[in-house]
T-cell receptor, first 114, second 112 residues
Framework: SQQGEEDPQALSIQEGENATMNCSYKTSINNLQWYRQNSGRGLVHLILIRSNEREKHSGRLRVTLDTSKKSSSLLITASRAADTASYFCATDGGTGGGADGLTFGKGTHLIIQP | ETGVTQSPTHLIKTRGQQVTLRCSSQSGHNTVSWYQQALGQGPQFIFQYYREEENGRGNFPPRFSGLQFPNYSSELNVNALELDDSALYLC???????????FGPGTRLTVL
């Protein structure tokens, strides 16, 4: 079953604009990760934020986490055509080690219009 | 690109057959997980192997089984294939002490 729910399901913006995607989850987590997937191929890890962190940056990416609301957001600034992909949040609810696996949402499909 | 490789890239089988998918972990990674991703869905966790033992499993029936070898490469075996098994199968590797998983490009399985 899917724990996370990404919102929106699809997003189309102009190149250069900022893209914001949201993720909600249901149970307590150890960490939350964001992945990108191009055209149904492998997942590329973008960023990991731990349950005791509130915000994290990596290049043009900014992730926030609100554990009280069980939600996270991914902001991509100054979008590029190459950012066109599906974006997934994944939660790790275990005590570490990943033996419970990651629980993914259904993803947000982002299209960057040139 | 991660150092995780998977074979084959594509596979077509008929209902009732058995299939074996292979994964080579990134160098230095001793933990491997397998995920099933149906079209339009997020990946779902099948199981994880650490030091050749299954140490975690998702909600998948026993006909989904796996192996991990001493070089940390891994196999996913699916018996008695059903039409709903058609999906992209992803493997991911990591070290036991880290949380970030590195995914391979996947094997697309079609069951007719």
């Amino acid at each position: 079953s899917q724990q996370g729910e990404e919102d929106p399901q699809a997003l189309s913006i102009q190149e250069g604009e900022n893209a914001t995607m949201n993720c909600s989850y249901k149970t307590s987590i150890n960490n939350l990760q964001w992945y990108r997937q191009n055209s149904g191929r492998g997942l590329v890890h973008l960023i990991l934020i731990r349950s005791n962190e509130r915000e994290k940056h990596s290049g043009r990416l900014r992730v926030t986490l609100d554990t009280s609301k069980k939600s996270s957001s991914l902001l991509i600034t100054a979008s590029r055509a190459a950012d066109t992909a599906s974006y997934f949040c994944a939660t790790d609810g275990g005590t570490g080690g990943g033996a419970d696996g990651l629980t993914f949402g259904k993803g947000t499909h982002l299209i960057i219009q040139p | 690109e991660t150092g995780v490789t998977q074979s084959p890239t594509h596979l077509i089988k008929t209902r009732g057959q058995q299939v074996t998918l292979r994964c080579s972990s990134q160098s230095g990674h001793n933990t491997v997980s397998w995920y099933q991703q149906a079209l339009g869905q997020g990946p779902q966790f099948i199981f994880q192997y650490y030091r050749e033992e299954e140490n975690g499993r998702g909600n998948f029936p026993p006909r989904f089984s796996g192996l991990q070898f001493p070089n940390y490469s891994s196999e996913l075996n699916v018996n008695a294939l059903e039409l709903d098994d058609s999906a992209l199968y992803l493997c991911a590797s990591k070290t036991a002490s880290t949380d970030t998983q590195y995914f391979g490009p996947g094997t697309r399985l079609t069951v007719l």
